[in-house]
């Protein structure tokens, strides 16, 4: 899967800072001794059988709402796709066509409101479908997006953490759309607690949007110091998170966590060596969980936890046999602990895009592709109902899954006996 190219970030200024490390209280432990695990609920072909499908972004309005996107092949020809749970079951949400490239940030004000970005377009959900919001001609890929209202919605790429020209940074007020320059324009990842308390980082600052302007904090140096930053989140305006790879080398390198309470800067470090992180997630009890690429000859994806009283633990991530693994976000079910997980497998012949799910359901989805396409450019993914979750609904479902991500309405979750059953989708 493609993604955006990372620059090392080395800033030190001198602030009041509180540090924790495993030096420290803190006790760093394994996954037995962590909070339960993270399980795969859904997997997912589409296209060709050389596809390696992907999804790229989580988010969770409600409980009963919460949708995923990506790309049918991120790293090659590739259309966007997303796919919507609506508290029972996952199902493929059509988008709008014409479309290429893949999903790669996402976000929400309500479950009306949900914004995506990527290969240089926005789309937004009203509730009731997709429609493209505005594109842009830049090359590049758009990073993330922060929406606060229907009329209220910024956008970034910044060209720091990609390759050549980007788009930028840009403001919709409700009527239309703003290039903002300076540091905005470098922005790579951005959290909103409200329309005036935007939080951000570049390849080199956290910045802060406090209503006028986009401003370095350069209060969070000394807890992010020779720190590659890769991600923020900002809870309210008495929690904001930073993540980071310290030092910036692959081989040496360590998670670090930077916390902000309103008044200081908290340092967290993890006692794993990590090449990579990727978007992270509150736990619901005041800690976090990050997935993480370890180093070493055989790299593994990890899910870090660093609970509220600052103690680690290193949970493994669900895999199929022979695949490589990928988490790439995270998103938190409000008013639960419960979790969903995005990213990808990756097989021999290509890979499934994937739906890890944590403390979600007693039951859970589970799919196996056929793994060719047909004449026509579909390929068939077949969901197993298990536990509980087949009291509900049954033995078997599938449906056809199209080159460009759609699916004929005729074909969403209709019931299917035979488990490797073949049928040829019909595309009218």
Same mark, same amino acid.
Request: hydrophobic share 45%; glycine share 12%; no cysteine.
């Given at each position: 899967?493609?993604?955006?190219?990372?620059?090392?970030?080395?800033?030190?200024?001198?602030?009041?800072?509180?540090?924790?490390?495993?030096?420290?209280?803190?006790?760093?432990?394994?996954?037995?001794?962590?909070?339960?695990?993270?399980?795969?609920?859904?997997?997912?072909?589409?296209?060709?059988?050389?596809?390696?499908?992907?999804?790229?972004?989580?988010?969770?309005?409600?409980?009963?709402?919460?949708?995923?996107?990506?790309?049918?092949?991120?790293?090659?020809?590739?259309?966007?796709?997303?796919?919507?749970?609506?508290?029972?079951?996952?199902?493929?949400?059509?988008?709008?066509?014409?479309?290429?490239?893949?999903?790669?940030?996402?976000? *929400?004000? /309500? !479950?009306?409101?949900? =914004?995506?970005? +990527?290969?240089?377009?926005?789309?937004?959900? &009203? #509730?009731?479908?997709?429609?493209?919001?505005?594109?842009?001609?830049?090359?590049?890929?758009?990073?993330?997006?922060?929406?606060?209202?229907?009329?209220?919605?910024?956008?970034?790429?910044?060209?720091?953490?990609?390759?050549?020209?980007?788009?930028?940074?840009?403001?919709?007020?409700?009527?239309?759309?703003?290039?903002?320059?300076?540091?905005?324009?470098?922005?790579?990842?951005?959290?909103?607690?409200?329309?005036?308390?935007?939080?951000?980082?570049?390849?080199?600052?956290?910045?802060?949007?406090?209503?006028?302007?986009?401003?370095?904090?350069?209060?969070?140096?000394?807890?992010?110091?020779?720190?590659?930053?890769?991600?923020?989140? *900002?809870? /309210? !305006?008495?929690?904001? =998170?930073?993540? +980071?790879?310290?030092?910036?080398?692959?081989? &040496? #390198?360590?998670?670090?966590?930077?916390?902000?309470?309103?008044?200081?800067?908290?340092?967290?470090?993890?006692?794993?060596?990590?090449?990579?992180?990727?978007?992270?997630?509150?736990?619901?009890?005041?800690?976090?969980?990050?997935?993480?690429?370890?180093?070493?000859?055989?790299?593994?994806?990890?899910?870090?936890?660093?609970?509220?009283?600052?103690?680690?633990?290193?949970?493994?991530?669900?895999?199929?046999?022979?695949?490589?693994?990928?988490?790439?976000?995270?998103?938190?079910?409000?008013?639960?602990?419960?979790?969903?997980?995005?990213?990808?497998?990756?097989?021999?012949?290509?890979?499934?895009?994937?739906?890890?799910?944590?403390?979600?359901?007693?039951?859970?989805?589970?799919?196996?592709?056929?793994?060719?396409?047909?004449?026509?450019?579909?390929?068939?993914?077949?969901?197993?109902?298990?536990?509980?979750?087949?009291?509900?609904?049954?033995?078997?479902?599938?449906?056809?899954?199209?080159?460009?991500?759609?699916?004929?309405?005729?074909?969403?979750?209709?019931?299917?006996?035979?488990?490797?059953?073949?049928?040829?989708?019909?595309?009218?």
């Amino acid at each position: 899967m493609n993604r955006a190219q990372r620059a090392g970030a080395v800033i030190a200024v001198s602030v009041a800072i509180t540090t924790l490390t495993t030096a420290g209280p803190a006790v760093a432990v394994t996954s037995t001794g962590g909070p339960p695990g993270w399980a795969i609920m859904a997997t997912v072909h589409y296209g060709s059988a050389a596809n390696a499908s992907g999804y790229s972004a989580v988010i969770a309005p409600s409980k009963a709402d919460a949708w995923v996107f990506g790309g049918t092949n991120p790293g090659g020809t590739s259309a966007p796709a997303a796919e919507h749970w609506n508290g029972a079951r996952w199902s493929p949400s059509r988008l709008p066509s014409g479309l290429g490239g893949f999903i790669v940030a996402s976000s *929400a004000s /309500s !479950a009306s409101n949900i =914004w995506a970005v +990527g290969s240089g377009y926005a789309l937004r959900w &009203n #509730g009731i479908r997709w429609a493209v919001a505005n594109t842009w001609p830049q090359r590049g890929e758009l990073t993330s997006v922060a929406a606060i209202s229907p009329a209220d919605v910024w956008v970034f790429g910044g060209s720091a953490f990609t390759s050549g020209t980007s788009p930028g940074a840009w403001h919709y007020n409700g009527h239309q759309w703003l290039k903002v320059a300076g540091i905005a324009s470098r922005i790579y990842r951005s959290s909103a607690v409200s329309r005036h308390n935007i939080w951000a980082v570049t390849a080199g600052y956290v910045v802060h949007y406090g209503g006028h302007a986009w401003r370095a904090v350069r209060a969070a140096a000394v807890a992010l110091g020779r720190t590659q930053l890769d991600d923020v989140l *900002a809870e /309210s !305006a008495r929690s904001v =998170w930073v993540s +980071g790879i310290s030092p910036t080398t692959w081989a &040496n #390198g360590h998670l670090v966590l930077a916390r902000w309470n309103g008044r200081r800067w908290a340092r967290f470090v993890a006692p794993w060596r990590v090449q990579q992180a990727e978007r992270f997630a509150p736990d619901g009890a005041g800690g976090i969980w990050v997935p993480v690429v370890t180093g070493g000859i055989t790299s593994q994806t990890w899910i870090l936890h660093l609970s509220r009283a600052g103690r680690w633990a290193r949970i493994p991530i669900a895999a199929g046999p022979d695949t490589g693994v990928g988490v790439s976000d995270l998103a938190l079910i409000p008013g639960t602990r419960s979790l969903w997980g995005s990213g990808g497998l990756l097989t021999a012949f290509g890979g499934n895009a994937t739906i890890w799910d944590h403390l979600v359901v007693p039951g859970r989805w589970t799919a196996e592709t056929e793994g060719s396409a047909t004449t026509d450019g579909a390929a068939w993914a077949h969901w197993t109902l298990k536990e509980s979750m087949s009291a509900l609904y049954g033995e078997h479902y599938h449906w056809a899954i199209l080159q460009n991500g759609t699916v004929p309405a005729q074909d969403r979750w209709r019931p299917h006996r035979h488990h490797h059953h073949k049928a040829v989708a019909d595309t009218d």
